[in-house]
T-cell receptor, first 116, second 109 residues
Framework: GAGVSQSPRYKVTKRGQDVALRCDPI?????LYWYRQALGQGPEFLTY????????KSGLPNDRFSAERPEGSISTLTIQRTEQRDSAMYRC??????????????FGPGTRLTVL | LAKTTQPISMDSYEGQEVNITCSHN???????ITWYQQFPSQGPRFIIQ???TKVTNEVASLFIPADRKSSTLSLPRVSLSDTAVYYC??????????FGKGTRLSVIA
């Protein structure tokens, strides 16, 4: 079946512009996660959802970052007034949710964001 | 969340067995040990998970001693295509994964 998809795969924008990154999780997956990965580092947690409810946004760097998942499926990560330090690979992952267990997270290919 | 420590990098020749050890001294009773693999330009991919003793699948084996304070990922007869970063994680239930820098494995011909 289809895996996690993300769009766009590459985004180049100018400083100060807003960007919206999209994640389409595996069908039926309840949980959706956003991570950011710098070169040479592991992915860093940003925020996650169970269904449409945002469970934890403690990893969002500042209030220019926001995310939504209005219908419990596709999610959008929005960065307002982008800055050069926002340049990174943004990764989305999804998992099914079995209470009390540790579920495998399936990662998408990522969106490479470059802020000029 | 249990903190993990693993080597930053390892080199191996093709055909050798590679063992990557991870320490997780403060692992909780209900925690599982999970390993992800990340190839260049791709997202991380789950490879194996275990709670105790030994787990084996088509990709790797995972050895966990009785005290569970460490674990060893074993890759049999590595090939060039096993060159990747390997992350040891101890996730707590259905929560975000906490990745460190992982172990960068380089397989040499």
């Amino acid at each position: 079946g289809a895996g996690v998809s993300q769009s766009p795969r590459y985004k180049v924008t100018k400083r100060g512009q807003d960007v919206a990154l999209r994640c389409d999780p595996i069908s039926g997956h309840v949980s959706l996660y956003w991570y950011r990965q710098a070169l040479g580092q592991g992915p860093e947690f940003l925020t996650y959802f169970n269904y449409e409810a945002q469970q934890d946004k403690s990893g969002l760097p500042n209030d220019r970052f926001s995310a939504e998942r209005p219908e419990g499926s596709i999610s959008t990560l929005t960065i307002q007034r982008t800055e050069q330090r926002d340049s990174a690979m943004y990764r989305c992952a999804s998992s099914s949710w079995t209470s009390g267990s540790t579920d495998t997270q399936y990662f998408g290919p990522g969106t490479r964001l470059t802020v000029l | 969340l249990a903190k993990t420590t693993q080597p930053i990098s390892m080199d191996s020749y093709e055909g050798q067995e590679v063992n990557i050890t991870c320490s997780h001294n403060n692992i909780a009773t209900n925690d599982y040990i999970t390993w992800y693999q990340q190839f260049p330009s791709q997202g991380p991919r789950f490879i194996i998970q275990g709670y105790k003793t030994k787990v084996t699948n088509e990709v790797a084996s995972l050895f966990i001693p009785a005290d569970r304070k460490s674990s060893t990922l074993s890759l049999p007869r590595v090939s060039l295509s096993d060159t990747a970063v390997y992350y040891c994680l101890v996730p707590s239930g259905n929560t975000p994964l906490v990745f460190g820098k992982g172990t960068r494995l380089s397989v040499i011909a």
